[in-house]
Structure formats: structure tokens, C-alpha cells
């Protein structure tokens, strides 16, 4: 098997700010340690997200000048709205700036107290605008889901029993939907199956409940299904895409991730009522119908991302370079979440440094060394993002104690990569001195884009 090449050629670069460890250590104080908080022209290589970072290509910048910047009835509205509908099959495609105004806005429709929001597993944004809706939402991973070290193919799935008995439980009439997360971001970037997704939706049809896809990655998963589902070795992931989406009544969308864009996003559904009751608050808040926050440039360069990313040749080369990274890190002993996800790979911070607390935080522990010691930023998804305190005011945390690495599409090239892979390898072999860290200011909702920590 020769190498996977990058399937583009670099027409526009941008300089990389160089920094000193001595200069970071600065910085990083100044940032209260949190990676949210670091300019970045301080970064050297940005793994903070793969979300709004991607590198647009020659054909979307092309599309960005004949973007229609009229009001109402753009051309590129309908573009997009083609595309869209092309690849989902929903009836109504409605436009946002972003995955969770989409999120805010189908929530404040079916979401108020009483009401139970089921996930294979809920994304950050995604938890919070269910419950500032008031309602709840429960993550129902599968066992394997979990596990870091347990290799399976589909670690994404929705866990069928254990909803089955939470709509028992709580009754269907108050679950006005459930979602499933493709990829399963905060999971690990893990894929969900076609046979899980057609399962889930088959469940969910017996309570007449409404099955939405948080689809933000749904180019990555259809390639792994193609990669690892039996039946799909030769279909196209266009072909593998729209069967997905068949199964759903609808779906919200970062544009900012499978779309190859820098901003935007949408929501999309079949049901009418829905859609003008979504419709009504999209103009409220976003704009009318055909912009809903967007300029038609942006929308123009969405239709286009839409295209590109179902390419083969895009998608085996996205999900081998995750899978590159992973390797090396592996072949060194750095405990990873395996196997590796479609946009990031994840550190076992438990395992990793193990001597740390898990109310001392080992993954931010982790974190802030890649950045002083590397200039390379990532992000803790464990307790700093995901911890809620009991009544005694005790840290609960979630089930995995992670950090991401999360690659943004087309920017980074190989020797990035193992400039990466060097450095994780290097703080891996220092890991005895990390040291805790405890948080000295929070907000109440999404504290990690602010907290303030100190080094314990
Ligand atoms: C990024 C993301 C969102 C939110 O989208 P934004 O565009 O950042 O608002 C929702 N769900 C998942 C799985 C995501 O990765």
C-alpha cells in the first residue's frame, strides 16, 4: 500500500508565529491556564478544534465572490438548499450561523420542563441549549462506548436497551425527539452504523418518536461505515450519506466541520409545523429564511463544501491522517481512545497521568504542558468541560477523563504531524511531573470556554 497523499496543492499559505518555552510559560499564566483564553498568534499548531478552522478550497473561495447578497430569494440560497436537500432528503432546510442556533432553535420549540432529550452522547453546545430549554438530556453510550482502550468498530452507537427503558421509563409523550451525534464527538470522534441508526429509528418509530441527527459529521462516519459495515464496501458515501439520513426525521448541522467552512450551519426537517414554528424564531433572531444569519457568499461556499466533502479520495485521506497520528503515538505507548476517531485523537488522560487526581484535572494537567513545552494547543474534555458538583458541593465526573487533538480539515501536512507526535511523545515520557491544577473562577454554563485554574 503506498502512502495516502494530501489530495490538494497548497495555492495560499500563512505564516506560523513562532514562540519560546520561556515566552509560553508567560502566556499560559496570563491565560489563567485555560487554552480558551491564548491568543492565537501564540500558537504554533492549533488542535484546539477542527470547528470553523478548515482551509477552504480554490472552488469555494470562487464561490465566495459570486455569492448573491440579496435579502430575500439569493441564488445562493438555493444553492444551498439544493445541495442540502440533495444530500439529506429533508423537506425543509433552514440556514443558521452556526450548529447551535440551529440546536437553540429546534429546542426552544420541543424543550421546556418535564421534557427528556435522549443522545448517543450530547455535545457540549447541544447539552446546553436542552437544558436552558429546561429540559433534560441523557447520553446513552454503549459499553464499549466508554472503555478507551476497547477496540470496536462503531463506539459511537446509540446504547438500544438502555433507551428503550429510559422512554419506558419516562414516557414517550415527554421525549419530543432523540438524537443521534455522527460522528460521536465527545465520545471519541467514534462512528455510529447504519444497523444502530436504522435500529434506533425502528425503536423510536414504535413510541412515535421523532429520530434528528446531530450530523455535524456525517462525511466522516459515512466513511467509516464504508471502511468497517458490511454491504457498504462499494457504495459511494453519498449513497452511504442519504441512507443515513433516511432514517431521520431531521437533523442540525455545523457547517463549521463537514461542511469545510469557516462559519455556519442549518437545521433540517420534514415536519411542517416544526418548520414554520422554526422558521418564525429563525427571523427573530438569525434573519429570514433564505440567510438566517449568513451572508450568501457563505452559503455559497457551504453547497460547495457539501460536495467536495463526499469525495474518496478527501475522506481516506482525513480519516488516514487521524489515523497516522494515531499510530505514532501508539507505537510509543501513549494511551490513546482506540481506535482512533475521524477528526481528533484523544489522549487517555486517566492513563496518561495517572498519578493526578481526577479532581485535580489530568487532562487540562496534560494540555498545559503540550502548550508550554510545544506551543501546540488542545483541549481537556473530561472534568474541566464536563464536571457538575453534588449537593456537598463534591466534584461528578464524566465517564472519560480525555484530551483533543482535533485536526482541522486541509491545513496541516504530514511533517506538522509528526512534529505533533514528537512532542506528545516527549511530555508522555515526563508525564511524573505534571501536576494538578484546581480552578479559581467558573461560570455556570460551558465553564471551560472561561475558567481561571492554578497550577496545585
Ligand atoms: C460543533 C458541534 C456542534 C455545535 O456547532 P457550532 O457550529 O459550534 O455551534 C454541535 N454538535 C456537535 C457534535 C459538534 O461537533
Same mark, same amino acid.
Given at each position: 500500500?503506498?502512502?495516502?497523499?494530501?489530495?490538494?496543492?497548497?495555492?495560499?499559505?500563512?505564516?506560523? &508565529?513562532?514562540?519560546?518555552?520561556?515566552e509560553?510559560?508567560a502566556?499560559?499564566?496570563n491565560?489563567?491556564?485555560?487554552?480558551?483564553?491564548?491568543?492565537?498568534d501564540?500558537?504554533?499548531?492549533?488542535?484546539?478544534t477542527?470547528?470553523?478552522?478548515a482551509? =477552504?478550497?480554490?472552488?469555494?473561495?470562487?464561490?465566495m465572490?459570486?455569492?448573491?447578497?440579496s435579502?430575500a430569494?439569493?441564488?445562493?440560497?438555493?444553492? #444551498?438548499?439544493?445541495?442540502v +436537500?440533495?444530500?439529506?432528503?429533508?423537506?425543509y432546510?433552514i440556514?443558521?450561523?452556526?450548529?447551535?442556533a440551529?440546536?437553540?432553535?429546534?429546542?426552544?420549540?420541543?424543550?421546556?420542563?418535564?421534557?427528556?432529550?435522549?443522545?448517543n @452522547?450530547?455535545?457540549?453546545?447541544?447539552?446546553?441549549?436542552?437544558?436552558?430549554? $429546561?429540559?433534560?438530556? #441523557?447520553?446513552?453510550?454503549?459499553?464499549?462506548?466508554?472503555?478507551?482502550?476497547?477496540?470496536?468498530?462503531?463506539?459511537?452507537? =446509540?446504547? /438500544? &436497551?438502555?433507551l !428503550?427503558?429510559?422512554?419506558?421509563? +419516562?414516557?414517550?409523550?415527554?421525549?419530543?425527539?432523540?438524537?443521534?451525534?455522527?460522528?460521536?464527538?465527545s $465520545?471519541? $470522534?467514534?462512528?455510529?452504523?447504519?444497523?444502530?441508526?436504522r !435500529?434506533?429509528?425502528k425503536?423510536?418509530?414504535?413510541? &412515535?418518536i421523532?429520530?434528528?441527527?446531530?450530523a455535524?459529521?456525517?462525511?466522516?462516519?459515512?466513511?467509516?461505515? +464504508?471502511?468497517?459495515?458490511?454491504?457498504?464496501?462499494?457504495?459511494?458515501?453519498?449513497?452511504?450519506?442519504?441512507?443515513?439520513?433516511?432514517?431521520?426525521?431531521?437533523? @442540525?448541522?455545523?457547517?463549521? +466541520?463537514?461542511?469545510?467552512?469557516n462559519m455556519?450551519?442549518?437545521?433540517?426537517?420534514?415536519d411542517? !409545523?416544526?418548520?414554520?414554528?422554526a422558521?418564525?424564531?429563525l427571523?427573530?433572531?438569525?434573519?429570514?429564511?433564505?440567510?438566517?444569519? /449568513?451572508?450568501?457568499?457563505? %452559503?455559497?461556499?457551504?453547497?460547495?463544501? /457539501?460536495?467536495?466533502?463526499?469525495?474518496?479520495?478527501? %475522506?481516506?485521506?482525513?480519516?488516514?491522517?487521524?489515523?497516522?497520528?494515531?499510530?505514532?503515538? @501508539?507505537?510509543?505507548?501513549?494511551?490513546?481512545?482506540?481506535p482512533?476517531?475521524?477528526?481528533?485523537?484523544?489522549l487517555?488522560?486517566?492513563?496518561?497521568?495517572s &498519578?493526578?487526581?481526577?479532581?485535580?484535572?489530568?487532562?487540562q494537567?496534560?494540555?498545559?504542558? %503540550?502548550?508550554?513545552?510545544?506551543g501546540i494547543?488542545?483541549?481537556?474534555?473530561g472534568?474541566?468541560?464536563?464536571g457538575?458538583?453534588?449537593?456537598?458541593?463534591?466534584?461528578i465526573?464524566?465517564?472519560?477523563?480525555?484530551?483533543?487533538?482535533a485536526?482541522?480539515?486541509?491545513?496541516?501536512?504530514?511533517?506538522?504531524?509528526?512534529?505533533?507526535?514528537?512532542?506528545?511523545?516527549?511530555v508522555?515520557?515526563?508525564?511524573?511531573?505534571?501536576?494538578?491544577?484546581?480552578?479559581?473562577?467558573?461560570?455556570?454554563?460551558?465553564?471551560?470556554?472561561t475558567a481561571? %485554574?492554578?497550577p496545585?
Open positions: 500500500m503506498k502512502t495516502i497523499i494530501e489530495p490538494f496543492k497548497i495555492k495560499s499559505v500563512e505564516p506560523i &508565529h513562532f514562540t519560546t518555552v520561556e509560553r510559560t502566556i499560559l499564566r491565560a489563567g491556564y485555560n487554552p480558551f483564553m491564548i491568543n492565537a501564540d500558537v504554533l499548531i492549533d488542535l484546539l477542527d470547528s470553523g478552522t482551509a =477552504m478550497s480554490a472552488k469555494q473561495w470562487a464561490g465572490m459570486d455569492g448573491d447578497e435579502y430569494g439569493a441564488r445562493s440560497f438555493y444553492r #444551498f438548499e439544493n445541495t +436537500k440533495d444530500i439529506t432528503r429533508f423537506k432546510i440556514p443558521t450561523h452556526q450548529g447551535r440551529a440546536e437553540r432553535i429546534l429546542f426552544s420549540i420541543v424543550g421546556e420542563k418535564g421534557r427528556f432529550i435522549p443522545n @452522547t450530547h455535545f457540549d453546545t447541544t447539552r446546553a441549549n436542552v437544558e436552558f430549554s $429546561g429540559a433534560e438530556a #441523557f447520553d446513552f453510550p454503549t459499553e464499549e462506548g466508554v472503555h478507551p482502550d476497547v477496540v470496536a468498530p462503531f463506539k459511537g452507537n =446509540m446504547n /438500544l &436497551h438502555a !428503550e427503558q429510559f422512554i419506558r421509563e +419516562k414516557g414517550a409523550a415527554n421525549i419530543p425527539l432523540c438524537m443521534i451525534t455522527v460522528t460521536n464527538n $465520545g471519541g $470522534g467514534q462512528p455510529v452504523s447504519m444497523e444502530n441508526i !435500529e434506533t429509528k425503536l423510536l418509530s414504535n413510541y &412515535h421523532p429520530l434528528f441527527l446531530d455535524c459529521r456525517f462525511a466522516e462516519n459515512a466513511f467509516f461505515i +464504508k471502511k468497517r459495515e458490511k454491504g457498504y464496501e462499494n457504495k459511494t458515501p453519498k449513497e452511504i450519506v442519504q441512507e443515513m439520513f433516511s432514517y431521520a426525521d431531521g437533523c @442540525t448541522m455545523s457547517a463549521k +466541520k463537514d461542511a469545510i467552512v455556519g450551519g442549518f437545521l433540517a426537517l420534514n411542517d !409545523e416544526l418548520a414554520t414554528k422558521r418564525n424564531l427571523i427573530i433572531t438569525e434573519g429570514f429564511s433564505t440567510y438566517g444569519g /449568513l451572508a450568501g457568499r457563505d %452559503l455559497e461556499a457551504i453547497a460547495q463544501g /457539501l460536495t467536495e466533502v463526499l469525495d474518496e479520495h478527501y %475522506l481516506m485521506y482525513r480519516l488516514r491522517s487521524i489515523e497516522y497520528l494515531g499510530e505514532k503515538l @501508539t507505537s510509543a505507548s501513549v494511551p490513546i481512545l482506540q482512533p476517531g475521524g477528526h481528533a485523537i484523544y487517555d488522560a486517566r492513563r496518561f497521568a &498519578h493526578i487526581p481526577v479532581h485535580q484535572y489530568p487532562g494537567a496534560i494540555v498545559c504542558e %503540550l502548550y508550554r513545552s510545544a494547543r488542545s483541549v481537556e474534555i472534568s474541566v468541560m464536563f457538575k458538583y453534588d449537593a456537598e458541593g463534591k466534584l465526573s464524566p465517564p472519560m477523563e480525555l484530551v483533543r487533538l485536526i482541522p480539515r486541509r491545513v496541516y501536512t504530514q511533517s506538522h504531524i509528526d512534529y505533533v507526535s514528537e512532542c506528545v511523545i516527549d508522555f515520557k515526563r508525564r511524573e511531573d505534571l501536576h494538578g491544577y484546581r480552578i479559581t473562577y467558573e461560570a455556570p454554563q460551558l465553564r471551560h470556554f481561571r %485554574l492554578e496545585l
